[in-house]
């Protein structure tokens, strides 16, 4: 038997993966355990959890794997420190920092608190784009791909092109920061009020609102290259070597200004975080998208004439924007791609295991990933102790009655928190920590927010459909099962899908299959058998919080906020009523 570890660790989305055999056992962000977005410390509950899941101790682990090698790129990295010699000491600090990071033995037996002379596994840096490209190539089934990734940065890196083939991944080209679309997208949220790591898609939801009235200004923000692009510095801070971000004492991750004062120039005063949003913003993040569309696009056209194929492995940060996801497959050669879900660095623990599986170790068992299953699982037994704890009245149903009666509630009105299975590996909730409701009902969105969610008005939310009904409802046919494209809603179904049909006329799908989750497939089956329509509103089980894992959380959320129904495992639990 053959056990990998992966980590990514001291960097955003801190989190573990699992692999024996070749094949991913159980993938865990440490968010989801601790409650600190994002957090970007040493996931070292996700690791613990890890190994509980799987039955096994650190003594059986056979190799580590990190996604980061600060060897990796250094001829850039000293060419930057050369040309910018105030950066240099920081430089410095941070790659003896990093070197403490390399001994990965002595950091897993100090923060998991195990003796040293106890583990025997062997140690992997793998590069941040290769760790990002093998997440999503080794979870496809294909032999052959193109490979992109695009992020803000890693390993001094924000994109790396590659050809994809047998257990190989082999990079035809990169682009070094600080010429990075991520840095670009970062920077303008930062403009708009949206400093947060993390904040990006919420702009690409306001982007819709806006016309296009700053294309000057972002046409002299960056400029095509033969190989790629280039940004103009005039409008960004030098963000040095730590790239422009730093981690805190509490594992938060803290992004500093990009922008220039070139900003305020040409676009006025920066929005307050909190401060209304004007037409001003609006019009900003409509053109924030299209450059970053047409940056992308110049790219993915750019690797098909060094890879040409019609398949592509898609991660890094940037292949959240499922805007740019769903056009791409439309405005370049390539028709068919595989982006697993976590698509942004928690995924690194995952990719990085995947590399030193197929590419090092040439361990031959390559693996498909149907579905994002991969975390957290409780038993009815444990459910039923938690919701007694709580005090919380519940039945126990049969699954063909735990079905009706969902569907009744959804009918309805109501908004349901459901809990049930593995939980989701990812930052989307595809149907076992999710929150749903009617995707037409009037005012759902409002109402959702209102009482729960609390989000930005202008964000929409997510259908999850029936895989053979896409087609009659969405412009575009190729599968979602991760909600990472998005396509326009034909005109028939738009009024029928008032709450998850955004203002420009499209949905972030989940493509819901039955083999990979039979109870939600069935739940939106049995809610089209009564309403006509074979999609549920799907948004992610939680308020202003990491999505809920643990049952307790489930049932404190649903305690704490006004939803209506809570459905964990075999148990109905409504609020208000004698039953
Ligand atoms: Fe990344």
Partial sequence: MSVILGINTFHAGASAALIIDGQPVVALAEERLNRVKYFAGFPKLAVLRCLEIAGLTFADIDAVAVGRDSSANLHKKLEFAIRNPAKLLNLARIRSKSKTFDDLKSLIAAECEVDKNSLKFQTYNVEHHLAHTASAYFASDWDKSAGITVDGSGDFVSCLLSECEGDEIRPVQRIFVPHSLGTLYTAVCQFIGYPKYGDEGKVMGLAPLGTDVYQGFFENMLKPTKNGFTLNPDYFLPFGANQGME???????????????????????????????????????????????????????????????????????????????????????????????????DGLALGAALYVSNSILKEGKRWEMKNSYLGDEYSDSVIKTELERYKISYKELSREELIDRTTD???????????????????????????????????????????????????????????????????????????????????????????????????????????????????IKNFESKTGIPIILNTSFNENEPIVCQPFQAIECFLRTKMDVLVIGSFFCKKDTAD
């Fill in 247 to 345: 981690i805190n004492d509490a594992g938060e991750m803290i992004v500093h200004r990009l922008y220039s004062d070139l900003f305020f120039k040409e676009l006025g005063e920066p929005r307050e975080k909190h401060g209304e949003i004007t037409q001003r913003d609006e019009d900003v993040a409509f053109g924030l998208q299209r450059i970053f569309e047409r940056y992308y696009m110049h790219i993915l056209n750019l690797l098909h004439e060094k890879v040409p194929t019609e398949r592509i492995s898609m991660a890094g940060g940037c292949a959240l924007n499922s805007v740019a996801n769903g056009k791409m497959l439309v405005e370049t050669p390539f028709r068919e791609t595989c982006i697993q879900p976590a698509a942004g660095d």
């Fill in 409 to 523: 509630e959804i009918k309805n009105g109501n908004v349901i928190g459901w809990f049930q299975g593995r939980m989701e590996w990812g930052p989307r909730a595809l149907g076992n920590r999710s929150i749903l409701a009617h995707p037409g009902f009037p005012n759902m969105k409002d109402i959702l927010n209102a009482r729960i969610k609390h989000r930005e008005w202008f964000r929409p939310f997510a259908p999850s459909v029936l895989q053979e009904r896409q087609r009659d409802i969405f412009e575009q046919d190729h599968p979602s099962p991760f909600m990472l494209h998005v396509y326009k809603i034909r005109p028939e179904w738009r009024e029928r899908l008032s709450a998850v049909n955004h203002v420009d006329n499209t949905g972030r799908l989940q493509t819901v299959a039955r083999d990979e989750n039979p109870l939600y497939y069935d739940l």
